[in-house]
């Protein structure tokens, strides 16, 4: 069975910072991609960014660019999201998911983490 689980978030006053984990069991890390992805409740979801298991980094969301970071963890099923000098707009439900190599499909997804950001 194919699980992502990410967790990490939480409520910080802007300008703060917040580091989600996305651990990924059931597949070969090395044929997936994992991608991060934040909804608003009323909006389309956003892709934040995605990383490949070599490291890869093969996406950052303008609106996320020099805030935030995308990283591999030394255990290969575990991909990090480094959120730096957050705003209150960056306030979402944030979700990891997982690419099978280039299909250009989200196969499958976490439940997802709330991060709230205070002005």
């Known amino acids: 069975e194919v699980q992502l689980q990410a967790s990490g978030g939480g409520l910080v006053q802007a300008g703060g910072s917040l580091k989600l984990s996305c651990v990924v069991h059931?597949?070969?890390?090395?044929?997936?991609?994992i991608g991060w992805f934040r909804q608003v409740p009323g909006k389309e979801r956003e892709a934040v960014s995605c990383?490949?298991?070599?490291?890869?980094?093969?996406f950052y969301a303008y609106s996320v660019k020099d805030r935030f970071t995308i990283s591999n963890g030394n255990a290969k099923n575990i991909a990090y999201l480094q959120m730096n000098n957050l705003k209150p707009e960056d306030t979402a439900a944030y979700y990891c998911?997982?690419?099978?190599?280039?299909?250009?499909?989200?196969?499958?997804w976490g439940q997802g983490t709330l991060v709230t950001v205070s002005s």
């Open positions: 990383i490949r298991s070599n490291g890869e980094q093969e």
């Open positions: 059931g597949v070969t890390r090395d044929e997936y991609t």
């Open positions: 998911a997982a690419q099978y190599r280039d299909s250009g499909t989200w196969n499958f």
